[in-house]
């Protein structure tokens, strides 16, 4: 593909050169790169290339204002930012990609893309598959940290959320070829158990023969032992031994802990099952051997200080110190934080460290960072270097009442029982659809179950992620579930629906697709396809930002632009038939590939 020149720049960058390499943003810049060595050789700067919002161009180029401020009065021949923007368009190697370029005001690079480069690009897709727009990132390998509930106590929505956002974040890094590390660092470690298990061998003298079953609701007895620490002061002392001893590695007690860790363990895997979402655990006690050296080192470093009997580290613009050995000598979250930043940068070699917790820890995470940055662990931020560290913070879940959303029953118990009723009130809306429609003899009963499943889960899934992360939403079955506006359920919809358009055009689109062509030459033609091919840089960016809500709002206006496309291009039938089969092809291809991207089963027909 391409002329020379751009077949060269593609070359020096190891890339293969064919219409995919990156996303068309990228591949801009690489020609942005090209001219801006030549029009100002004399400074480096990065390219600025946008998408467009004024209606010159589809995408356009900015540095020329900012070149200005930095050349003027250096003697340099170019006499306003204009003029250096028209410079850099006419320095521009010649390329399939661009079809024109104007330049407005003060330097703004206007560029129009050519209709056969976006269309072979789309067609390339068809046949080669949409693996081919993945963007390209600049790391290798990243760590999630993600879900991550406490053993023995709740796995609440705030869990579920960090699941769901988690699971995005990974599938969209993975998507654009990073090796992903999907971390569950559970709360698996800490005095609390010391105290649970002293309660449990009490309670349960047996304690060895009764099965999980019969132990049934971990929280219940936390809840209690917990109580009686607090009210019994001999019982307390038993339960400091308890924890002396777990930690000194007595056999009862490592079984006590293990078997405790093993029930909860399969209440969370339950939850990952029913959400479809990997993980790999790696709890809090797996990183603990590597405290004592960790801290060693930042001794060594001269971070850590003594303060009211506890051992800590002063971070600058905080007030509290954070405390990194407890005045009992033992460690603590920020301690467990600190070597499992230590294990992922030196052991696992993550360039990317990422975890996922609501907004209320952030400060914790903002103070570990640093004190990882004073220990020289992690380059200045200011720097925009990796390795690099990111807490991608989420605000609430609020009820029907404006309140934190609360659950009485356990919480892993409420979480499956949420989830089991998104699935039973789409089904019953499906059921009640197409006994309306008349389709219902068309469904087995497997269709419908799976369809169901689909359908709920995505909603309560899509719920959250449309919105900015950072912001408290509202828990609500009506709106999650309904089949207009912003849903799950209305894209799903709007999926089948395309579906059914290619199935009922009895063509073979498989076979279409290598024969025929694509052509845009009607407006909504254009501005669909325009669209499709944005979808590479609304992933990095996603991933850049760490905003999934990004990819949410691209799935929604992509199948409003298709309405559009739909309403004024007429498909089977017109003279344009076979490309606009493609183009219906490409865009449900696109609108499935953001379901996965977001853990949501597409649907084909509802
Ligand atoms: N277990 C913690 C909680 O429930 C979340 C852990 C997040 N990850 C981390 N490395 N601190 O709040």
New binding site residues.
Partial sequence: MGDETSTSIATQSQEPAAVGAGSVKQQLSKLVIASLRTTVPEVEVDPMVEVCTAKFGDYQCNNAMGLWSRIKGSGTSFKNPNAIGQAIAKNLPPSDIIESTSVAGPGFVNIVLSNSWVAKRIQDMLVNGIKTWAPILPVKRAVL?FS???IAKEMHV??LRSTIIGDTLARMFEFSNVEVLRRN???DWGTQFGMLIQYLFEKFPNWEEIGSQAIGDLQTFYKASKNRFDGDAEFKDRAQQAVVRLQGGEERYRAAWNKICEISRNEFDMVYKLLNVKLEEKGESFYNPFIPQVLEELNNKGLIKESEGAKVIFIEGHQIPLIVVKRDGGFN?AST?LA?LWYRLNVEKAEWII?V?DVG?QQ?FDMFFNAARMAGWLPDPKEKKFPKTNHVGFGLVLGSDGKRFRTRSTEVVRLIELLDEAKSRSKSELLQRLTENGKIVDWTEEELEKTSEAVGYGAVKYADLKNNRLTNYTFSFEQMLSDKGNTAVYLQYAHARICSIIRKSNKDVEELKMSGAISLDHPDERVLGLYLIRFAEVVEEACTNLLPNVLCEYLYNLSEMFTRFYTNCQVVGSPEETSRLLLCQATAVVMRQCFELLGITPVYKL
């Fill in positions: 940290d991550s509930p406490n705030g869990h660092h559970v709360g979250y934080d499992a975890y917790t820890q914790h």
